[in-house]
């Protein structure tokens, strides 16, 4: 299944007045992920969350490229007719620095959510540590394909099936959000609304970080939130920020790891609400 990739993406929004955010998921997420932060700043903001292609509502794709996918998001927020503060973690952290280096004019300011614009390792995370576990995103995705959904009776059983590979709870429910039936009774199907064989062949291509046009930067404000168990933003990659983003405000959350907005989301929606007074005043 492809869908043609010039059509739009999947967005909800939430609060009907103020400055525009935009949220981007990251890899097997949904713009719903985001939906506990986005309710702590409606009220005073028009908060959109986005699905990006391969996962939630958007539309299935023939390649995995992280310009297409800027591009993609690109369109969303040239619709508003005003720039917006755009959000990203992980890949959708990827996806939003490769759009603030294309598309500077769309952007009142850029928070990216622990990741680095670099090319990650086969590892994922870099650590020196050698007891840290490698990316467990391959083995994810095979556990995920391995599901026989033909068979599949209950939700349930489906966590049970993925514990072996996915051994966290808080990731496995966060896995099983993109796992959904459809129809009533006998009858209904179970789908994975994520395109996991695409996924699976271009994995590699979600570890590097394109190369922006020549002379790109972005000068607006932009905060880096990182996760202080996480080892995806480390000191080294601080030159290469500062070089594409000469503006740069890095906070990194106590015990949080990659995901810091589900580990710490209090703290996460209190640094992105300090961060958005300062750039809206």
């Known amino acids: 299944m492809t869908s043609n990739p010039e059509e739009r993406l999947h967005a909800r929004t939430l609060g009907s007045a103020g400055p525009r955010v935009v949220f981007v998921h990251g890899l097997f997420g949904q713009g719903k992920n985001w939906t506990t932060i986005a309710k702590g700043l409606a009220a005073d903001h028009r908060v959109t969350l986005l699905d990006l292609p391969n996962h939630g509502h958007s539309p299935w794709t023939d390649r995995v490229d992280y310009a297409d996918m800027a591009e993609l998001v690109a369109a969303e927020l040239g619709s508003f007719g005003e720039p917006a503060t755009l959000v990203g973690h992980s890949m959708g952290g990827k996806v939003a620095m490769q759009l603030a280096l294309r598309h500077p004019e769309l952007l009142r300011a850029l928070v990216v959510v622990d990741i680095a614009p670099v090319e990650y390792p086969i590892s994922g995370g870099r650590t020196e ?61 179970w789908r994975w609304r994520l395109n996991l064989e695409l996924l699976e062949r271009d994995l590699g291509e979600l570890r590097g970080f394109p190369e922006p046009p020549p002379g790109a930067h972005y000068d607006g404000p932009v905060l880096w939130i990182a996760g202080a168990n996480s080892h995806y933003v480390l000191p080294d990659d601080r030159a290469r920020m500062e070089e594409l983003f000469p503006n740069t405000r890095l906070v990194r959350v106590k015990k949080a790891g990659h995901w810091v907005h589900s580990e710490q989301p209090e703290v996460f929606l209190e640094t992105v609400e300090r961060f958005l007074e300062r750039v809206e005043d």
């Open 129 to 189: 540590d050698p007891d840290e576990e490698a990316s467990p995103f391959a083995a994810y995705i095979a556990a995920m394909r391995a599901l026989d959904l033909d068979r599949l009776r209950t939700r349930e059983d489906a966590d049970a099936a993925l514990r072996a590979a996915v051994p966290s709870r808080m990731v496995r429910s966060f896995l099983l959000q993109s796992l959904v039936r459809e129809g009533a009774g006998a009858a209904g199907g």
